[in-house]
Nanobody, 117 residues
C-alpha cells in the first residue's frame, strides 16, 4: 500500500521558515516525481514545487522561486520543502503527491501552514 505522510506545518510569523516533509512508503521512490500542492479556502489549488527523483529535476511556481527549496533523500524515501521568507499569502493546506506516468498520482494528507503578521 502506498502511503505519503506529510508533516511539518504550523504557525509562523511573516519572514519565518518552515520545513515540510513528505515520507513515502510502498513505492519505488526513485521512479516517482514527488511534489507539493497547496490550497486555501476560496482559492484555486496551486502546484508549488516538485522534484523528479530519477534525475533531480525540480520545478517551482513563480511566486515561491528563491524562497522555497525542494530536496529529496532517497535513503529515507522523503522529500522536503524548505520554505523561507514566508508571506501571508503562503497560508494554505499543503498536500504532497507522488506520480509516475502513466499511473494515477498518490496523495498524502494535508498539513496546515499558517503565516501570521
Amino acid at each position: 500500500e502506498v502511503q505519503l505522510q506529510a508533516s511539518g506545518g504550523g504557525l509562523v510569523q511573516t519572514g519565518g521558515s518552515l520545513r515540510l516533509s513528505c515520507a513515502a512508503s510502498g513505492l519505488a521512490f526513485n521512479d516517482y516525481t514527488i511534489g507539493w500542492f497547496r490550497q486555501d479556502p476560496g482559492k484555486e489549488r496551486e502546484a508549488i514545487s516538485c522534484i523528479r527523483n530519477n534525475d533531480g529535476t525540480t520545478y517551482y511556481m513563480k511566486s515561491v522561486k528563491g524562497r522555497f527549496a525542494i530536496s529529496s533523500d532517497s535513503a529515507k524515501n522523503t522529500v522536503y520543502l524548505q520554505m523561507n521568507s514566508l508571506k501571508l499569502e503562503d497560508t494554505a493546506v499543503y498536500y504532497c503527491y507522488a506520480e509516475s506516468w502513466p499511473d494515477p498520482a498518490y496523495w498524502g494528507q494535508g498539513t496546515q501552514v499558517t503565516v501570521s503578521s
